[in-house]
C-alpha cells in the first residue's frame, strides 16, 4: 500500500530520541527551549511554545485571544475539526466560513460579507482561523485588514504548512496573523510523534501559553498574588491544563526541523510532477493562492462528484491509499446537534463531493508516483 502520507525517520532522529533518554530529562528540559526557539528563529518570530499537539495548541491560543463563553469564533468549513472544537473548548460559539472553489481555502469575500452582516446583528468574532489548506495560506493580506477593521483576532492554522511561505515571509513570521499554529503529527511536514506549537510576536503572550500549558501555575514572584513563601513556591493564578509535550519530542523536532527544507523541495517536486502528469486527465488540480508558496502537505485533485466513489475505491483496491479532505465540520453528527445543517457551507460541500488526496511525502518515489498516476488515470476511463 502507498499511504497518503508518512513521516521520514533517518538514524539522526533515532540518535537524538536515543540520546535524550540517557540524559537527565524526560519531560519538560532543555530540548523543548531548544526546538522553540529553533522553530521561533527560522519563523523570525519572537517566540514558540511547544505543547502536546496542535489541538492543544489551538485551545491555548484561543485562551490566550481572551475567547470565551458568549464569543464567537469563525473557522474554514473547509478543516479537520480541531479548527473549530478549539472555540467549544473554550465555552465560545462557532461558526464557519465557506471556501473559495479554486484554493480550497476560506474565501475572502465570504469572510467580508460574513463581517458585514454581523456587524449589522453585533454578532461580529473575537477570533478568526483561517486554515492553510494543504499547505498554502489564505489570503493573509486581506484578513489582516479585516481583523484590523473588525477587531477580531487572526489565528493562523498553519497545522499543513510549516515550511511554507506568504508574501514573501515563513509562514509562522505573524506578519499578518497574530497567532500561528503548526502540527507535528507523522503526516504533517515536520513529526514528533504528536506535537504543536504556537507562534506569538511578544512575550507576554508566549508567557501566558506557558502557563496554560502547565495547570495555571506560576514561579515568577511578580505574577504572584502575596509574598512567596519559599524555594518550593508555587501558585495556581488560572485554570490551566497539563498540554505539555516531552524533551523526547522536542530532540526528535529539532533533528526533523533540520530537514525541513529539504522535505518541502521534495514535496514541491512531487506536486509539480503531478500536476504535469495529470495536465491532460481533465480533473481539477490544485489552484496557487496569490503569494503563497505551499509546504505542499497534500496533493487534491477534483473529480466529478457522481464518480468520485467508485474511483476512490478503484485506487484503494489498486494499493493506492487516497484519502479525502476534508468531510466539512458542519456536516459532523456534533455540529448538526449544534444547528448546523447541509447547505449552509456549498463551496466546502461541493469540494468535500469531488476530492480525492493522492500520495505525498517527502520519501515518496518517482516510480511509485507514476504508479499512482496511472492508477489514477486507468480509473477516470473505468468509472467514465
Ligand atoms: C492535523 C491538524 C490539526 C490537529 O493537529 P494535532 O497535532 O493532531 O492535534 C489541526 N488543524 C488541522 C487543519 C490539521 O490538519
Same mark, same amino acid.
Request: glycine share 8%.
Given at each position: 500500500?502507498?499511504?497518503?502520507?508518512?513521516?521520514?525517520? %533517518?538514524?539522526?532522529?533515532?540518535?537524538?530520541?536515543?540520546?535524550?533518554?540517557?540524559?537527565?530529562?524526560?519531560?519538560?528540559?532543555?530540548?523543548?527551549?531548544?526546538?522553540?526557539?529553533?522553530?521561533?528563529?527560522?519563523?523570525?518570530?519572537?517566540?514558540?511554545?511547544?505543547?502536546?499537539?496542535?489541538?492543544?495548541?489551538?485551545?491555548?491560543? =484561543?485562551?490566550?485571544?481572551?475567547?470565551?463563553? &458568549? %464569543?464567537?469564533?469563525?473557522?474554514?468549513?473547509?478543516?479537520?475539526?480541531?479548527?473549530?472544537? =478549539?472555540?467549544?473548548? =473554550? &465555552?465560545?460559539?462557532?461558526?464557519?466560513?465557506?471556501? %473559495?472553489?479554486?484554493?480550497?481555502?476560506?474565501?475572502?469575500?465570504?469572510?467580508?460579507?460574513?463581517?458585514?452582516?454581523?456587524?449589522?446583528?453585533?454578532?461580529?468574532?473575537?477570533?478568526?482561523?483561517?486554515?492553510?489548506?494543504?499547505?498554502?495560506?489564505?489570503?493573509?493580506?486581506?484578513?489582516?485588514?479585516?481583523?484590523?477593521?473588525?477587531?477580531?483576532?487572526?489565528?493562523?492554522?498553519?497545522?499543513?504548512?510549516?515550511?511554507?511561505?506568504?508574501?514573501?515571509?515563513?509562514?509562522?513570521?505573524?506578519?499578518?496573523?497574530?497567532?500561528?499554529?503548526?502540527?507535528?503529527?507523522?503526516?504533517?511536514?515536520?513529526?514528533?510523534?504528536?506535537? &504543536?506549537?504556537?507562534?506569538?510576536?511578544?512575550?507576554?503572550?508566549?508567557?501566558?501559553?506557558?502557563?496554560?500549558?502547565?495547570?495555571?501555575?506560576?514561579?515568577?514572584?511578580?505574577?504572584?498574588?502575596?509574598?512567596?513563601?519559599?524555594?518550593?513556591?508555587?501558585?495556581?493564578?488560572?485554570?490551566?491544563?497539563?498540554?505539555?509535550?516531552?524533551?523526547?519530542?522536542?530532540?526528535?523536532?529539532?533533528?526533523? +526541523?533540520?530537514?525541513?527544507?529539504?522535505?518541502?523541495?521534495?514535496?514541491?517536486?512531487?506536486?509539480?510532477?503531478?500536476?504535469?502528469?495529470?495536465?491532460?486527465?481533465?480533473?481539477?488540480?490544485?489552484?496557487?493562492?496569490?503569494?503563497?508558496?505551499?509546504?505542499?502537505?497534500?496533493?487534491?485533485?477534483?473529480?466529478?462528484?457522481?464518480?468520485?466513489?467508485?474511483?476512490?475505491?478503484?485506487?484503494?483496491?489498486?494499493?493506492? &491509499?487516497?484519502?479525502?479532505?476534508?468531510?466539512?465540520?458542519?456536516? *459532523?453528527?456534533?455540529?448538526?446537534?449544534?444547528?448546523?445543517?447541509?447547505? %449552509?457551507?456549498?463551496?466546502?460541500?461541493?469540494?468535500?463531493?469531488?476530492?480525492?488526496?493522492?500520495? +505525498?511525502?517527502?520519501?515518496?518515489?518517482?516510480?511509485? *508516483?507514476?504508479?499512482?498516476?496511472?492508477?489514477?488515470?486507468?480509473?477516470?476511463?473505468?468509472?467514465?
Amino acid at each position: 500500500m502507498i499511504p497518503y502520507g508518512r513521516q521520514h525517520i %533517518d538514524e539522526a532522529d533515532i540518535q537524538a530520541v536515543v540520546d535524550t533518554l540517557r540524559s537527565d530529562w524526560l519531560t519538560q528540559g532543555p530540548a523543548i527551549e531548544r526546538f522553540e526557539r529553533a522553530v521561533a528563529q527560522r519563523c523570525g518570530v519572537a517566540d514558540a511554545v511547544f505543547v502536546c499537539n496542535a489541538t492543544a495548541a489551538l485551545h491555548i491560543a =484561543c485562551l490566550a485571544a481572551g475567547l470565551g463563553p &458568549g %464569543d464567537r469564533l469563525w473557522t474554514s468549513a473547509n478543516t479537520f475539526v480541531a479548527s473549530a472544537n =478549539c472555540a467549544l473548548y =473554550c &465555552g465560545a460559539d462557532v461558526d464557519f466560513v465557506d471556501i %473559495d472553489p479554486g484554493t480550497l481555502n476560506m474565501s475572502l469575500p465570504a469572510l467580508r460579507e460574513k463581517l458585514e452582516r454581523a456587524q449589522r446583528q453585533g454578532a461580529l468574532p473575537k477570533v478568526v482561523v483561517p486554515v492553510a489548506f494543504a499547505g498554502q495560506s489564505c489570503d493573509l493580506r486581506g484578513m489582516r485588514a479585516l481583523a484590523d477593521e473588525y477587531g477580531f483576532t487572526l489565528i493562523e492554522d498553519a497545522s499543513h504548512a510549516i515550511g511554507a511561505r506568504y508574501a514573501g515571509e515563513p509562514v509562522g513570521s505573524n506578519a499578518f496573523a497574530d497567532m500561528t499554529v503548526f502540527s507535528f503529527h507523522p503526516v504533517k511536514i515536520i513529526t514528533t510523534g504528536e506535537g &504543536g506549537m504556537v507562534l506569538v510576536r511578544d512575550a507576554a503572550t508566549a508567557e501566558h501559553l506557558r502557563r496554560l500549558r502547565s495547570h495555571g501555575i506560576t514561579r515568577d514572584p511578580a505574577a504572584m498574588q502575596g509574598p512567596s513563601e519559599g524555594g518550593w513556591y508555587y501558585q495556581q493564578i488560572e485554570l490551566g491544563f497539563n498540554y505539555r509535550a516531552t524533551d523526547l519530542q522536542a530532540a526528535l523536532g529539532l533533528s526533523q +526541523l533540520a530537514k525541513l527544507e529539504g522535505f518541502v523541495e521534495r514535496r514541491r517536486q512531487l506536486a509539480e510532477r503531478y500536476s504535469c502528469l495529470l495536465a491532460e486527465a481533465g480533473i481539477g488540480l490544485p489552484q496557487p493562492q496569490a503569494l503563497a508558496e505551499s509546504a505542499w502537505h497534500l496533493y487534491v485533485v477534483q473529480v466529478p462528484a457522481p464518480r468520485r466513489r467508485a474511483i476512490f475505491d478503484a485506487l484503494r483496491a489498486a494499493g493506492i &491509499g487516497v484519502n479525502v479532505h476534508y468531510h466539512p465540520v458542519h456536516l *459532523q453528527p456534533w455540529y448538526r446537534r449544534l444547528g448546523f445543517a447541509e447547505g %449552509d457551507f456549498p463551496q466546502a460541500e461541493a469540494c468535500y463531493q469531488r476530492s480525492i488526496s493522492l500520495p +505525498l511525502y517527502a520519501d515518496l518515489t518517482d516510480a511509485a *508516483q507514476d504508479q499512482v498516476v496511472a492508477a489514477l488515470l486507468g480509473a477516470l476511463e473505468h468509472a467514465a
